[in-house]
């Protein structure tokens, strides 16, 4: 009874149906043609929580900053962790800064938010707002604002924001305005290209309104790729690079370290290859990808048991 006389009040006969497009069926905040960065490609980087985003994100900013590229990574996730291989430690989130300075940020300077790591990789720790409230929108915005008012951008040869979870909200999904290309982390099993699947939507969605394109996939901690390249060929995407599951790439989080920072064995010199090899793919263009994503119940026929 209640929602008949609230779809009357409204001179509505049914519940609007939520198609899906940005925008649509939720409060959005759009990006202020004034925040977009500039000069630099931006590349955001989705994928399954625990897949090892932040691994690759900050391995791919090592393998940048080789290529002579001035790198900047953002971490987009409240737990902070994104950059700590780059840095050695962890850094104190935007939020956080802010917060002391009770949000009035022209008292704040670059070096209270960047920390430069590895290679003179600059590092920030967006953060994100407490848990069960804000959004992480805001936090993106707060973030690409500071840098702006600093002029950090200015010089910056590429940008990576390094993005919590499998996110198809719309705060999460903020990065993807300023993003050129997005790459998603992924593994060879269901889970991982169910959620890879979701990311797909949320790019296109995005799409519509902003520059960002898919560049492609990353199978991650994969001794194969069938199953990956099998959804790939299916929805018309890309895998554009491999990470075989290594022990040395679990020892490089341990010690705080890139692979661009362990000894010379053999399997971390073949990782490091990769992730030059993806770093100047990236840096050289790729092409603008427009996979089709399937409805859950195809994935699992193409993707599951019997």
Known sequence: MREAAGLAARDLGAPPVLKGADGEGSLQVHLDPDMKIEGAQVFAVYGKGGIGKSTTSSN?????????KKVLQIGCDPKHDSTFTLTGHLQPTVIDILKDVDFHAEELRPEDFVTIGYNGVMCIEAGGPPAGTGCGGYVVGQTVK??????LLEDTDVVIFDVLGDVVCGGFAAPLQHADRAVIVTANDFDSIYAMNRIIAAVQAKSKN???RLAGCIANRSKSTDEVDRYCDTVGFKRIGHMPDVDAIRRSRLKKK???EMPDDEDIVQCRAEYIRLANLLANGTDALAPAPLEDRHIFELLGFD
């Open 258 to 260: 890139t692979l661009f």
């Open 146 to 151: 500071l840098l702006k008012q600093h002029h």
């Open 210 to 212: 902003y520059n960002v």
């Open 60 to 68: 791919l900013s090592a393998a940048f900053s080789k290529l002579g």
